[in-house]
C-alpha cells in the first residue's frame, strides 16, 4: 500500500501502475494495526475499495464526520475516495481485503454484480453490517483461498481465481444483508431494480459532482426522464435529485475544510466554482454557516 506523495489528505495506493502485481491484498487486521498504527487512525483515503471484517473486539469507526460503533462480527465497507480512519485500539481480530475496481470489474456485466451487491459507496446507508457469528466460517474459507492463491507463484488462473473467490465473498455478505433487511422490512424485494438504479445515480453524482452538470444531464446518462429520476430518489430517500448533488458537494467541501491546507478560495475553485465567493455564499446557504467558520469549528 503506497501513499502519494504531497497529497491534500493522505491517500494510499494498491500497487498502482502495476499491473504485474496483486490487485488484490489480504491482510490479518491485527497485524496490520500494529505495524500501521500512526498512518491508520489519521483521515485518509485510498484509490482502492476496502473491506474491513472486525471478528473480535469493541471501539468506533470513523467514516466521512461521522463515528460507527465496531463490535464483534462487525464489517465495514470504504469504498475509495472516502475519508476514514481506525480509533486507536490495536488489539481488534479481524481480516482487511484491499482491491483495486479494476481488478473487480472487467467488463459492464461485473459492474453490474458491483452495484447489485450496495455494499459500498452509499452515503444514504451505514457502511457496516453485522455478520453475525454463523457466517464467520463460511467467509473463512474464502479468507483462506485468497492468501493460498496470494502466498503462491503466478500460476495459472490465479487472477481470475482470486476474483472469484473475492466475488464469493461479497456474495456471501449481500445475502445476509439482505436476510437482514427483509426481516425488518426495510428492502421490499420489487425495490431491488429501482435500487441498482438509484446507486447508478449515487456512483454517477460522484464522478460528475464538480463538473456543474443539471439533472437533465444525469438522467440523459442514466437513459430515463427527469421525472423518472425525480420520482425514483423520492421514492427511494424522500429527496430531489438536486438535493443529492448539493449534498455530494457539501460533503466534499467539509472533507476539504477539515483535512486540507486549501485555502477557501482553492476549496471553492477545486469543486468547480468560477467565483469563489459564490462557493461561500453556496456553502452558507446549506449549512448556514460559512466555511471559514465551518473549519474554526472543528479544528
Not at 470513523?62 to 486507536?88: C, E, L, R
Not at 436476510?179 to 438504479?197: F, G
Request: charge should be positive; aromatic fraction near 12%.
Amino acid at each position: 500500500m503506497a501513499k502519494e506523495k504531497d497529497s491534500i489528505i493522505n491517500e494510499y495506493h494498491l500497487n498502482r501502475h502495476q499491473p504485474d502485481k496483486p490487485q488484490l491484498a489480504v491482510h490479518d487486521l491485527h497485524r496490520y494495526m500494529q505495524l500501521n498504527r500512526e498512518d491508520a487512525t489519521k483521515p485518509h483515503i485510498h484509490s482502492f475499495y476496502q473491506i474491513i471484517w472486525f471478528k473480535k473486539g469493541k471501539g468506533k469507526h470513523f467514516v466521512d464526520f461521522k463515528a460507527y460503533d465496531v463490535f464483534d462480527h462487525a464489517i465495514f465497507f470504504v469504498a475509495k475516495n472516502q475519508v476514514h480512519y481506525f480509533d486507536g485500539n490495536t488489539e481488534y481480530a479481524g481480516v482487511l481485503i484491499h482491491f483495486n475496481e479494476a481488478f473487480l470489474i472487467q467488463n459492464e456485466n461485473e459492474m453490474e454484480f458491483l452495484l447489485k451487491c450496495n455494499l459500498f459507496n452509499n452515503p444514504y446507508q451505514q457502511p457496516s453490517c453485522c455478520m453475525g457469528s454463523g457466517m464467520e466460517a463460511v467467509l473463512n474459507t474464502y479468507i483462506m483461498q485468497m492468501k493460498r492463491e496470494l502466498a503462491g507463484d503466478e500460476a495459472f488462473g490465479r487472477e481470475q481465481l482470486l476474483r472469484n473467490y473475492l466475488k464469493s465473498f461479497l456474495i456471501q455478505i449481500q445475502r445476509r444483508k439482505n436476510e437482514l433487511e427483509k426481516s425488518t422490512n426495510r428492502l421490499p424485494s420489487a425495490l431491488d431494480e429501482k435500487r441498482v438504479q438509484l446507486i447508478k445515480f449515487i456512483n454517477l453524482i460522484n464522478e460528475n459532482y464538480h463538473k456543474g452538470f443539471t439533472i437533465a444531464e444525469y438522467a440523459q446518462l442514466l437513459h430515463v426522464s427527469t421525472r423518472s429520476l425525480s420520482d425514483l430518489t423520492h421514492q427511494l430517500l424522500n429527496k430531489t435529485p438536486s438535493q443529492m448533488v448539493q449534498e455530494r458537494m457539501i460533503l466534499e467541501a467539509q472533507r476539504l475544510l477539515l483535512y486540507s491546507n486549501l485555502n477557501i478560495n482553492q476549496i471553492g475553485y477545486r469543486l468547480g466554482f468560477d467565483d469563489a465567493s459564490y462557493f461561500v455564499k453556496y456553502f452558507k446557504k446549506h449549512m448556514h454557516i460559512s466555511p471559514s467558520e465551518f473549519r474554526k469549528s472543528v479544528a
